[in-house]
């Protein structure tokens, strides 16, 4: 079956730098990748939304400047949390759809927790 | 009219009986029923799924049913066992098109022995 791996699985950093996290598609060509938030005990919210070779499009409320996304390749996609903050500690999962065979399966990567200290 | 609205919030359940968690939708363009298991510290795996053209669909222990005309879609498990306590989120989306998953609240199912 369809494969996303995520890493790191956790990160601590300090407050102000950057931290880069990267979700591949290991056995598909995933023409479209999603990043979630989730915070504890709650839902995953949707943060943005990105096509390989097009820039992402984000949702309301979440900072383009500071959640850089690159999906450079169909099998890539990173996430990097600029000059981070405590309040960005948080569960981070991607979320990859691929292309073919009428599937219309999101497979989701194992999620990354970062401590921002 | 994006919303998915899921209950109950939390559920327990004694080994061997039966949970049932609801969701209930508004967009009538949503194709594509999916539920989530996720434990904690790990991100979400598909349970099973289910598209508006069936009213219900089995795998193992696991049945969803869907009203279309209700707008509303349940998960069954079956013969509940303790390896089952998990957070469950069922979502939807517009899946022909590529479009995000909405997913519901979640539901924190707990199976006692």
């Known amino acids: 079956g369809a494969v996303v791996s995520q890493h790191p699985s956790r990160v601590i950093c300090k407050s102000g730098t950057s931290v880069k996290i990267e979700c591949r598609s290991l056995?598909?060509?995933?023409?479209?990748m999603f990043w979630y938030r989730q915070f504890p005990k709650q839902s995953l919210m949707l943060m943005a939304t990105s096509n390989e070779g097009s820039k992402a499009t984000y949702e309301q409320g979440v900072e383009k400047d500071k959640f850089l996304i690159n999906h450079a390749s169909l099998t890539l996609s990173t996430l990097t949390v600029t000059s981070a903050h405590p309040e960005d500690s948080s569960f981070y999962i991607c979320?990859?759809?691929?292309?073919?065979?009428?599937?219309?399966?999101?497979?989701f990567g194992s999620g990354t927790r970062l401590t921002v200290v | 009219q994006q919303q998915v609205k899921q209950s109950p919030q939390s559920l327990i359940v004694q080994k061997g009986g039966i949970s049932i968690i609801n969701c209930a939708y508004e967009?009538?363009?949503?194709?594509?029923f999916p539920w989530y298991q996720q434990f904690p510290g790990k991100g979400p795996a598909l349970l099973i799924a289910i598209r508006p053209d069936v009213s219900e669909k089995k795998e193992g222990r696991f049945t969803i049913s869907f009203n279309k005309s209700a707008k509303q879609f349940s998960l069954h498990i079956m013969d509940s066992q303790p390896g089952d306590s998990a957070t469950y989120f069922c979502?939807?989306?517009?899946?022909?098109?590529?479009?995000?998953?909405?997913f519901g609240q979640g539901t924190r199912l707990t199976i006692n022995p």
């Open positions: 967009n009538t363009a949503f194709d594509y």
């Open positions: 979502a939807a989306s517009i899946a022909s098109s590529a479009q995000k998953l909405v």
């Open positions: 056995d598909f060509q995933a023409t479209t």
């Open positions: 979320s990859a759809r691929g292309t073919g065979g009428g599937t219309y399966g999101y497979t």
